[in-house]
């Protein structure tokens, strides 16, 4: 099963930007669908972006409608990365951040299908 480690939270203002990262164990997570999730105190966990493999050398990117123009996500297959771009970041966008992966790469948005988790980042945005 793939590892997971997340990095790169952390306290940023409002507007401004953080880059997350996910550093996965195995070269074979260059086939998973990556996703990105989030959960505010009190809520339950969202799908936030995924990045899922569409064969080839061919990616696509989905994004939830609260972050869409404001995230990017993407990958490093040569380093087994995935990595979350956030700008723009507003005080609604505090969590904790889960990077996944889902190796069947079905219902990508939901989190149940996702079989591999890190231990999340946490990001705060102050208004």
């Known amino acids: 099963q793939v590892q997971l480690v997340e990095s790169g939270g952390g306290l940023v203002q409002a507007g401004g930007s953080l880059r997350l990262s996910c550093a996965a164990s195995k070269r074979t997570a260059s086939r998973y669908a990556m996703g990105w999730f989030r959960q505010a105190p009190g809520k339950e966990r969202e799908f936030v972006a995924v990045?899922?493999?569409?064969?080839?050398?061919?990616?696509?990117?989905d994004y939830a409608d609260s972050v869409k123009g404001r995230f990017t996500i993407s990958r490093d297959n040569a380093k087994n990365m995935v990595y979350l771009q956030m700008n723009s970041l507003k005080p609604e966008d505090t969590a904790v951040y889960y990077c996944?992966?889902?190796?069947?790469?079905?219902?990508?948005?939901?989190?149940?299908?996702?079989?591999?988790w890190g231990q999340g980042t946490q990001v705060t945005v102050s208004s």
């Open positions: 990045h899922s493999w569409s064969g080839g050398s061919t990616y696509y990117a």
């Open positions: 996944a992966a889902n190796g069947l790469q079905i219902r990508v948005r939901d989190p149940v299908q996702y079989d591999a």
